[in-house]
Structure formats: C-alpha cells, structure tokens
C-alpha cells in the first residue's frame, strides 16, 4: 500500500486551521520515521541568530484563471501577484516562488492566446520555474517553444521528458533543474511531471516524446545539486500528488551526499490541499485555480534543515489584495475592447429547467454538432459519434463565445474512422459511460460487428505508456476516411448559430441512450 502507518497525514479542512510545523533534522538520519506536528509559530529572521530562513511559495494547477471570479474564489493572477509580493517582504532574502504546472489551459482567455498572456506574468511573479504538467501539452510542443520566448527570468523545468526514440537525450523543452542562490545559500529547484500522465495527453502531442519514471533521476539529480553544485537546500515541485512521487524513496538519505534528497515536495495535478509529511519531508498542493498558496518555511542551521513549516493560505483573502499593476499592463494589452466585446457575443439559447448544463449533456450537445456538421460536409455513414463530454458544467441561457469555449476548450480535431469494432464502442460509451450520438437507435449494436465512427482524437489516439492504442484497439490508420479540423467549441458555436434556440430535452431521445452491454 502507498500509505502505510508511518505517513504522517493531514486533511486540510477550510474552517481549521492550516499551519502545521514539521520538525526533522533532514541530514542526520536515515530514520523512516515521519516528522512530528506541533503548534509552534512561523519563524522570523529575527528571532533566532545564526539560522537562515527560506520561505517557499507555490501555485498549481491555476488553468488559466486570468480574471478575478468571486463566485468561485478564484482571486485572477493580478490581486494573486499582490498577494506574492506581499509575502515577499516578510523576508526578502529568503522568497522563492514556483509554479508546479497546468498553468494555461482552460479558459477562453488563456485559450485565444495559448498561454502567452500568464506565461508573460512569470517573469513580473518572480516565478523561478514553471514545472511542466500534461496540459502545457495540449496545444503541442510547438506552443511550449513558442512561450519560452516571453520570459526571462523564468525556468521551465521537465526533469524526466525525454526525446523519443532517441530517449538518452532530454528534451529540449525543458530544464531538469535550477539553482539559485538566497541569503547565502544555494538552492536547487528539480521540475518534473507524473510518468503516466503521458497518457493524459493527445497522443500526437507526444509522440516524440517520453516521461521516464521520476525516482532515480531526483536521487541522482539531487546528488549532483549537492555534491557537484554545492546546494545547501534541495527541493522537489513535481506535477503529480504526493501518492505518486514515490514518496518514501525520495526522501530517504542519500548515502552519496548524506542528506535526504529532498527537503521538500509542491505537488499538483490532483487539484486537492495536501499537507503531508514522509520521513519529516513536507509534501504540500494547494489546490486549483490560485484560490490557495501553498508556503514552505525551511530553517537553515549548522549546515542542516532544522524544521519546516507548511501553509496553504490566502484562501478568501488574496482577493482582498489590490490589483498589481504592471500585471494588468499584460492583461490590459491582450483584453482590448474588441476582445471583450467578441467573447460576450451570444450565439444562442439552451435551455433547462434545472438552470445548467451537466458535462454530460454538453457532450451530447457536442457529439450532436459533430453529427451534423459531418453530414454537411457529405459523410452520411456515419454510425456514431463519440466524445468524453463537457469540461465543466455552466449555467444555462445565454451561450457566449467565452461560455461555449469554458465548457469545451480543448483543442481536438474529430476522426472519422471506419472499421471500428462494436468491442471498442461498448467499452467507450457504456464501461466509461461517454456521451455519444447513435446515428439509428432501432439499430443494435453488436460488439462483433465494424462500424464508422467520429471520435475526438485524444480518444481515438489514445495509447498507453508502451504507445499501443488502448481506448480503440481496433484503429488502423489506414481506416481513417476524414478529419474535422475544427475545434469542439467552434463545432457547438455553428451549430447554435444555425439553430439559435435548443433544449436540453431533445438529448434525452434513445440516440444518446440506446447502447447498453
């Protein structure tokens, strides 16, 4: 099991508390023990003379939130840059800040530019490194290239992105690590991203590319930050939870450098707040959208790592914070009136009596369009279409360009396929459950049988890390008789354009209910 009794475990409840000291020694023993939790306070530089103190920040998983959304929480990366520099000045010798990844993707205003605009607030932020995580890849790598340009000071750090087949060379993308240097110390900053989540990605978005399995490369890396880079301090910002960074392992003593390889762990992708500690090592994830920040203090004494304090703060108080203005600069530059104007146009009305669109209806209302747009472009044959269903539920009404893009708004382009077994489509539309569009309902699927089918490509592309098709087995190529290079937003937008009012009602009918085992 991945937690065993010796995982010191802390659920971060919002009414509670959030501060929880961990005391270790992190260089002096090999102990399997976990830290202990007491009540002491943050410590400041003047309380103790002869320690130096670090304080650690980070954000995961923002998606994309630009704009301030106060129904949510989400404070936008203007009143969250505010609220950074802040902290900072409680111990200017001492600030790091990192972002552990998922940083662009997700919303109409970081999609129209594809991440130029937060990628361009990193450098302002001070942000030391942006870690990779699956998302950055949904535009290509082209698009990772592309936003490196735009910054500076900024690292994007991938420690286990190879090239593929050639997979001793590292990825040009990224970086394995960083140092710095704080108050006299040396810091060195390891990026790297979950191994599996490569299948979290559209599969020709990586296809040469390859994530090796993170452990050894953070022990050897952290070897080398100490041993060959002089590193006082070593710490981990990995775009994955804690329960899949091998926790145990990398926080073991080193018997190459004598300290553990790590002080420290920021996770992210799981979107959860952690607070937990292995063998006196804090691992911390804040979260989603900038609503947290995730705070490491890391004691300095005597040539060791004395104590850690974990934080995730500022939830409901970042948005108390004026906005910062070289930030809106950036915004400002990219939000003209036109854009406003564009992405408030209303396409059309759906209707519900419940008041929303439930992610699956919105893959039914897509799977729908899909249908219909294929058929104007001539391809008649189609048995069904498929999809994976809405990013998020919204409000429904009135839909705008913004809304349509926010419940929809990852970049996939349709295939059609022929010759895909009735095996696959059972396994797709009924163990997986995903929304689909049956083009005749009194037809019965039989999973012996061939049909055509319109699938998004992360589905139809799919493979697993040994790069077989997994989803669709039963894909070839050579069957491949037509894809829809228009994205699922733009897909919904036209068909709204051409019906201007539908209702939730007419994607209740056996077309989208009909396949069962």
């Not at 209303?346 to 009596?353: D, K, R, Y």
């Not at 799919?462 to 937003?489: A, D, G, W």
């Amino acid at each position: 099991m991945k937690k065993s009794g010796l995982l010191l475990s802390v659920l971060l409840l919002l009414s509670s508390c959030d501060i929880y000291p961990f005391h270790s020694n992190n260089g002096l023993s090999s102990s399997d023990s976990g830290g202990s939790i007491s009540g002491d306070e943050q410590i400041s530089t003047s309380e103790e003379k002869g320690i130096k103190i670090i304080d650690f920040y980070a954000v995961n998983d923002l998606h994309g939130r630009i704009l301030e959304d106060k129904s949510d929480n989400v404070p936008g990366i203007s009143k969250l840059a505010s609220y950074l520099q802040e902290e900072k000045k409680k111990n200017e010798d001492g600030y790091v800040f990192i972002n552990s990844g998922d940083y662009w993707q997700d919303t109409y205003d970081s999609g129209t530019n594809k991440g130029e605009l937060l990628t361009k607030c990193l450098d302002v932020m001070e942000c030391e490194a942006l870690v990779l995580g699956n998302h950055e890849f949904d535009w290509g790598t082209e698009v990772i290239t592309h936003n490196k340009q735009f910054v500076n000071y900024t690292s994007f750090l991938g420690g286990n992105i190879y090239e593929y087949p050639n997979t001793d060379k590292l990825s040009s993308l990224i970086e394995q690590y960083k140092v710095i240097e704080r108050d006299g110390l040396k810091i060195g900053i390891i990026g790297m991203i979950g191994e599996d989540q490569i299948t979290s990605i559209t599969s020709s978005n990586w296809e040469n590319l390859t994530f090796k399995n993170p452990t050894s490369l953070i022990k050897s890396l952290s070897d080398k930050l100490r041993n060959d880079e002089g590193c006082d301090i070593v710490v981990l910002s990995i775009h994955a939870d804690e329960e899949d960074t091998d926790p145990y392992e990398i926080t073991k003593v080193s018997a190459k450098s004598g300290k553990r390889y790590v002080d420290a762990v920021f996770c992210a992708h799981s979107h959860q707040l952690e607070i937990k500690a292995y063998n006196g090592v804090p691992f911390i994830q804040g979260g989603e959208h900038g609503k947290q920040v995730s705070h490491v203090q890391l004691t300095y004494e005597n040539g060791n790592v004395r104590s850690t304090y974990c934080k995730n703060g500022g939830y409901g108080k970042i948005s108390s914070y004026q906005e910062n203005e070289e930030i809106n600069q950036i915004i400002n530059s990219y939000f003209d009136e036109k854009y406003i104007n564009n992405k408030n146009v209303v396409l059309g009305e759906i209707e519900s009596s419940g008041g929303y669109l439930s992610k699956s209806v919105i893959g039914r209302i897509q799977a729908k369009a899909t249908y219909e747009r294929l058929i104007d472009l001539g391809y008649e044959d189609i048995d069904i279409v498929i999809n994976n269903g809405g990013r998020s539920s919204v409000d429904s009404g009135s839909m705008t360009k913004e809304k349509i893009f926010n419940m929809t708004p990852f970049t996939n382009y349709t295939y059609v396929v022929s010759n895909i077994s009735g095996k696959d489509i059972i396994a797709e539309c009924v163990d997986y459950s995903n929304p689909y569009y049956w083009s005749d309902p009194n037809l019965e699927l039989n999973e012996n049988e061939y049909y055509t089918v319109a699938c998004i490509d992360y589905m139809m592309l799919h493979k697993n890390t040994y790069r077989q098709y997994n989803y669709f087995s039963s894909y070839k190529e050579s069957n491949v008789e037509y894809i829809l290079k228009e994205y699922p937003n733009e897909v919904i937008e036209n068909y709204l354009l051409e019906n201007k009012t539908i209702s939730i009602n007419q994607f209740m009918s056996p077309n989208y209910t009909c396949i069962s085992n």
